[in-house]
């Protein structure tokens, strides 16, 4: 799924957000939407999964579906706001990605930034 701004001012009506039709996972991805669509940031919710590995069959047994992808960035956002104690399955995916994928950019966003970003743009 995706969110891309419509031109304003073509005479059309104004379009809703993008991320008004989206159903997020956490609270937090839909409060990052929405700061995206404020800012006008073209976005993409979870894209793309990468695949580490496979069992026999040839299905995925670990793999990576990054919560955001900014195209005009070509760039992957995680947010983590879970259980600080949880964080650590999260980094090891990001060295996973780094290891396989090495040409994906992804940042992780930890509760501490995601927080930070909130206060910093009066989202709290």
């Known amino acids: 799924m995706s969110g891309v701004f419509q031109p304003e001012g073509d005479g059309a009506s104004p379009q809703p957000l993008p ?3 989206l159903r997020f996972q956490h609270r937090s991805e839909k409060q990052f939407a929405e700061l995206l669509d ?3 940031v ?8 990468f695949v580490f590995s496979r069992d026999g069959d040839g299905n995925p047994t670990e793999a990576f579906a990054p919560d955001f992808y900014l ?3 070509d760039l ?3 947010i983590t706001t879970m259980d600080q104690r949880l964080v650590r399955r999260k980094n090891k995916k990001l060295r996973r990605l780094a290891e396989h994928f090495p040409d994906v950019n992804c940042k992780l966003f930890y509760q501490r930034d995601f927080e930070a970003l909130l206060t910093k743009y009066g989202l709290t």
């Open 19 to 21: 991320s008004s039709g």
């Open 38 to 40: 404020f800012y006008r």
């Open 42 to 49: 073209r976005w993409e919710y979870e894209p793309r999964t």
């Open 71 to 73: 195209p005009d960035q």
């Open 76 to 78: 992957y956002i995680e």
